[in-house]
């Protein structure tokens, strides 16, 4: 992408518009993808399933218990649908998590987004090739249509490197200024 400049206002509006489109691409794959098909289904779903309905003693996986409990916590949302018994019970599983893993993907996007602001220069529009590339990558788009700890793991590794770098800009200045 060229260093081109744009006003503050015209970069905002670039910015949300790719913002918004990667968005509804990853909306678009997420409802075609079939969960049922994920590689790993035995590994986490049961394991989900179990702690949605609350039959601990049924959980295999210790190490994954955190995102097990951020996805269930998205079943307040779909548990009306459940109780009108307007979906089968597989459907509003699957909703659960796909909801669970937008915001994820979300989360995600928008850390990547300023922690490319950060790296790069942010009157123009050369930080968002970083955040393009990323989410191009097929690993990192499919890791967020499956349900899989690494969902969880990817923005809490990105705002660590957000802090890492805050740090080290704040120490720089210290030096800078002695």
Known sequence: MPNMKFSNYTNKKITFIFSLFVF?????ISFKYQLKLQHDVGIYHYDLFALITFNFSEIKSAYSILYYLYVASFSVLTYPLFYFELL??????????????IFLFLLTFFLSLRLSKN???KNNLNYLLPVLIIFAFSPIQRTFLMMRPENIMIPLSLYLVILINKFYQKELLNLKNK
């Open 119 to 121: 790296l790069f220069n």
């Open 88 to 101: 089968e019970p597989r459907q509003i599983f699957y909703l659960t998590i796909r909801i669970s893993n």
């Open 24 to 28: 509804i691409i990853h909306l678009i």
